[in-house]
């Protein structure tokens, strides 16, 4: 995981009054990797910052960085110092909203990452839920991939995310709860692949002739579908396309005889609007979806409630018992 970036009026502000000038250089110089370029950004000499480096070596009793002609590393004592430092800030902006809140009477709007599979199946019913515990607050949710998720979630700029690929949150600050796992099949327009009942799963070698859109952006569906066709002895699937819009998919599945890559949880969403979609006798991705939030946020009421929303619906709509173990 690289290191967050340090700026944004709050970050900077909570930085420069409370931060010890020896932790801001040491922040600096963990993100950019660069003595020079640290001193530039922060407007101080270089002979200055790597003063204040040694000094901070010298409190703790270790090295921090490993020096390197391309750069600076942290080395692991340097990594906890990082990771402690980040919960500083963490909690500092979390008291921040807080003070606000008590000030004004209401909460400021809470941040939801989400992928479009969980928006079109939970995200409606959690909201309708939350508005009903907390009348005063306001939401607002973000669509996009799980590794923009990741980032938002680190820099602050989500609160919470549901996700449906926590195999890709390796942060100590992060905290995960898992709701299900995720499998992907194939979405066909009727008359494309063999008819077969939507509860039995299609044969990996009736796709070995098609045109494939894969719903998603991250690099591991594509590699998951190399693998499974390849362990058939089948040649690698066609991939016309990778993307994040389940309409331009759809549009293309509907016109051109494509197939496409999607959840089995959407399989009767789906199947309403006129496509089948089938698990596939080897299944081509599967993966652990859940909450994540940094652990600074746990404590939040919001927190319980969504947790506790998003796990009933999972045990009881009809959609997850389809497609998730």
Known sequence: MMPRRYG????????????DRKHIVFLKVAELGNVTAAAAELHIAQPSLTRAIAALEDTFGAKLFIRQPRGMTLTDEGRVLHRHLREMEAVYQRACRDVETVKRGYHQAINIGCGLTYQLLLMPEILRRLWLEFPQ???????GSADDHTRALQDGDLDF???????????????????????HGVVHRPGVLPDIPDTEKMDLAAL?????????????????????????????PRIAL???????????V????????????LRDWLRAR??????????IWELDSGIAMLKTNRDHPVAEA????????????????????
């Open 8 to 19: 944004g009026a709050i970050a900077q502000s909570w930085m420069q009054r409370f931060m």
């Open 137 to 143: 607050s306001s939401f607002r949710v973000f669509t």
């Open 161 to 183: 995310v549901i996700t449906a690929a926590t195999d890709g949150v390796d942060d100590a600050l992060v905290d995960v709860t898992r709701l299900c796992r995720i499998e």
């Open 208 to 236: 070995d002739d098609k045109s494939w859109v894969l719903f998603q952006t991250e690099p591991q569906l594509k590699l998951s579908m190399e693998n499974r066709f390849l362990q058939l002895g089948l040649a690698p």
């Open 242 to 252: 990778t993307t994040s819009s389940l309409q331009v998919g759809l549009e293309l």
């Open 254 to 265: 509907a016109s051109n005889d494509m197939v496409m890559s999607a959840p089995t949880l």
């Open 274 to 283: 006129g496509y089948r979609l089938h698990a596939t006798s080897v299944p």
């Open 306 to 325: 969504l947790i506790g929303h998003a796990q009933e619906l999972v045990r009881t709509l009809p959609a997850f018992s389809l497609g998730t173990t």
